[in-house]
């Protein structure tokens, strides 16, 4: 096979041998008969002149002789082309010519061409398989994350990064496409299904006979990816950790492996893709593989009455593999960018979005639209043959109702999705704090979910703590009832008894405030008067005395006040008697018992709270359970009903209406992707939870735990099976769900 360039228009040509010979023998002198004749003693095969002039008519289609018309209707056809290119291709395919790179390669490749020696690839293996080596060891610190790459700073240190390894990578290509005497006339700017990218053209490597070095140049830019990731990921663990340098290297790592992941996507036309053409050895891969899949749908499906493809049976499944992968992901990405870009438009304009949504889309995929409506009409008019076809019209009748019947009538499982975490059905936790309170937890979900808390205080300001000791161990299996833990405090003993004392205390000032006084004491306190009341009498008669010599100045003053003061505490010791004899005499006041029983009150509440301490010293369990010891700073043991577990499935507010109790729902865990559990909707909330995207119900399954797999925190997936709809009637309320509701409900204005 040879490969021929145009120079003008950069297209290429694959001719085998035969051909070859044909267009070298067309110098402009010699005759088709003579060129027939040389043609039969060169390869001993009969060609008359005919033969050669249909060739050389082919070869003047495709404007390939030189002449002034061939230039005119080339860069008529250039033109066309270009216009001819539909938006949307337009679109996914954003090509900018940059510069053309001829003189800077041939200055740089004096440089290189010492390097291109085996002692070189040999110190270049080395330094990748210690790169390699060290990425696989701290792989940890190179791992993708976006919430630490997606600020200022790592972006900027992104796009350098991605700007020096992309610019060396295109430079690879073109250097070793000069070694092996290629040229390098374009380089630039891709924009490739809205993805960025640079280019280098290396058609040149087409022209190499040898397919080795046509590979050598495509291998050549990721192959220098691979040196790059390396060298980055050894500065990284040269320099000081923190550093700009040491950052800038452990970055420029994660986009290099990033970077090579994506190129080497054979279903786009990077690197892989090529690499994939040249390895199979089978140019425009892509255009001929879709082209013969084209035809063979048009044919086999549809019946145009067309020339069949002619490929080899070895290019036959090349062509249907890849056909199949290629629109498969090219499809998949397209409708993904749509969605994204309608989900926007939506959220901002509502229904106008969504106007504009598919106004844009109509612009974009005017030009297939064009096409396929034209396909449809060539079809329509192929159609009248199936009248003389009655196999034909009878098969495509039957999957015409076929189809009908699949989309619109059969009912197919609807079921409603979410991520779930999964947790016990019920639940108990014992933790203590710092400020000697501990907290007992007892959860219960399902249908009538119950949440009690209790906070207890074991200790005083006496104490520092209270040590809280567990009596089981985990995994220990424990009933209702079993002591879980205790926690000893002395000074809460302490505290019962001077509480027990104290109200003991009280209880008897109330007894003898309620008791009658005997005759004795009655008897006691009236001789008590009558002594005070004569040592009164004697008191002011003494007084009498005093005043009269102290009228005669017969007596000092002093000797008048301290008369004066005897006197004083007679008549109030007299006071003192009467009172107590008239206390005893009297019935207690309402007022002094009611005292003395508002502090009976106050101890017994007091004694209570130290005798639930006392009680509290003591944990019980009460549920059923497996122990879990966790290592949480606070908490101190749980017992969880592994029997069965609860999950809570996210239920949008659009979906909800379909949930009900009683309905079955099927789970898939991460940690057993191979099982399928069942369970059931037990609770359908009537509240929401705020998420950062939207509204959502938990739904409340619970699952059965028979074969004891399933653990609290394990994450999955869960499908709640709502009822049956039909594929057409799924696909019309999943088109409403992502619409907002103004939109869809104008008619109700």
Not at 204 to 221: E, I, K, N, Y
Not at 400 to 405: G, H, N, Q, S, Y
Not at 611 to 617: N, V
Not at 623 to 639: E, F, H, M, P, Y
Request: charged content about 20%; aromatic content about 10%.
């Amino acid at each position: 096979m040879y490969t021929v360039k145009d120079p003008i228009t950069g297209r290429y040509f694959r001719l085998r041998e035969p051909e070859f010979w044909l267009i070298n023998q067309l110098d402009g002198e010699t005759s088709p008969q003579h060129v027939a004749e040389r043609f039969q003693k060169t390869f001993e095969l009969s060609i008359g002149a005919e033969a050669v002039e249909q060739f050389i008519g082919a070869l003047e289609k495709l404007y390939f002789l030189e002449d002034g018309r061939s230039e005119v209707e080339v860069a008529r056809a250039a033109k066309e082309a270009k216009r001819s290119e539909s938006l949307a291709a337009r679109l996914l395919f954003i090509k900018l010519k940059a510069f053309d790179p001829s003189n800077f390669i041939e200055r740089l490749f004096v440089w290189y061409k010492p390097f291109h020696r085996p002692f070189w690839w040999v110190v270049q293996f080395g330094v990748i398989l210690v790169g390699i080596s060290l990425l696989s060891i701290h792989s940890s610190n190179f791992a993708l994350r976006l919430t630490e790459l997606l600020n200022l700073a790592s972006l900027v240190t992104i796009i350098a990064a991605l700007f020096v390894m992309i610019t060396l990578h295109e430079f690879a290509h073109a250097l070793v496409c000069r070694y092996h005497g290629g040229k390098v006339r374009e380089m630039g700017f891709l924009l490739m299904y809205f993805q960025p990218c640079f280019y280098c053209d290396v058609s040149d490597a087409w022209l190499f006979r040898d397919r080795s070095q046509r590979l050598s140049v495509t291998w050549a830019g990721p192959y220098f990816q691979f040196v790059f990731l390396a060298i980055a990921v050894i500065v990284w663990r040269l320099t000081v950790p923190g550093t700009g340098i040491n950052e800038f290297a452990r970055i420029s790592a994660i986009v290099a492996w990033v970077n090579f992941l994506f190129n080497f996507n054979p279903l786009i036309k990077l690197d892989g893709y090529y690499l994939l053409s040249d390895w199979l050895d089978i140019p425009n891969l892509r255009q001929r593989a879709f082209g013969y899949v084209g035809n063979l749908l048009k044919r086999r499906l549809l019946g145009w009455p067309i020339e069949k493809s002619h490929v080899k049976p070895r290019e036959r499944k090349i062509f249907l593999t890849y056909a199949l992968l290629a629109f498969a992901y090219s499809a998949a990405l397209v409708i993904y960018i749509i969605w994204l870009v309608g989900q926007y438009l939506v959220s901002i304009w509502g229904g106008v979005g969504f106007l504009l949504l598919l106004l844009a889309l109509a612009v974009i995929f005017r030009q297939a639209a064009v096409e396929t409506a034209r396909g449809t009409i060539q079809h329509i008019s192929y159609m009248k043959r199936l009248l003389h076809q009655p196999v034909r019209l009878t098969v495509y009748t039957l999957l015409l109702i076929a189809f009908v019947w699949v989309i619109g009538v059969i009912p197919f499982p609807h079921r409603v999705t979410g991520d779930i975490i999964i947790q016990p059905l019920s639940e108990f936790s014992l933790s203590a704090n710092v400020d000697g309170l501990i907290l007992t937890s007892f959860r219960i979900g399902g249908a009538n979910p119950e949440k009690k808390t209790s906070i207890l205080k074991l200790m005083t300001q006496e104490v520092g703590a209270i040590p809280v000791t567990p009596l089981v161990k985990e995994g220990q299996t424990v009933k209702i009832g079993d002591t879980l833990a205790i926690a000893v405090s002395n000074t809460v003993n302490k505290d019962l008894i001077g509480a027990r004392a104290d109200l003991q205390r009280l209880e008897d000032q109330l007894t003898v405030l309620r008791t009658k006084p005997k005759k004795e004491e009655i008897a006691v306190a009236d001789a008590d008067l009558r002594s005070a009341r004569a040592s009164y009498d004697q008191a002011q008669r003494e007084l009498k005395r005093v005043e009269e010599l102290a009228s005669r100045n017969l007596i000092a003053t002093s000797v008048l006040e301290t008369a004066r003061s005897a006197s004083d505490v007679a008549r109030a010791a007299v006071e003192n008697k009467r009172s107590y004899l008239a206390l005893l005499k009297s019935p207690p006041r309402p007022e002094d018992e009611a005292v003395i029983l508002r502090d009976i009150e106050k101890q017994r509440s007091r004694l209570e709270f130290f005798e639930t301490q006392i009680g509290a010293q003591i944990i019980l369990s009460p549920i059923d359970g497996v122990v879990s010891v966790t290592k949480q700073s606070d908490a101190i043991l749980s017992v969880i009903d592994n029997q069965v577990f609860e999950l809570q499935v996210p239920v949008s507010d659009f979906d909800i209406n379909l949930v009900k109790t009683g309905q079955m729902v099927r789970v898939k865990v991460r940690s057993f992707p191979t099982d399928i559990f069942w369970g059931t909707v037990v609770r359908v909330p009537q509240t929401t939870t705020d998420s950062t995207k939207a509204m959502h119900f938990p739904v409340a399954v619970a699952v059965k735990n028979n074969e004891s797999k399933l653990t609290q925190g394990m994450t999955g997936y869960a499908k709640i099976e709502v009822g049956e709809k039909t594929l057409a009637g799924r696909a019309a309320r999943k088109a409403l769900s992502v619409i907002r509701v103004e939109f869809w409900s104008w008619w109700l204005w």
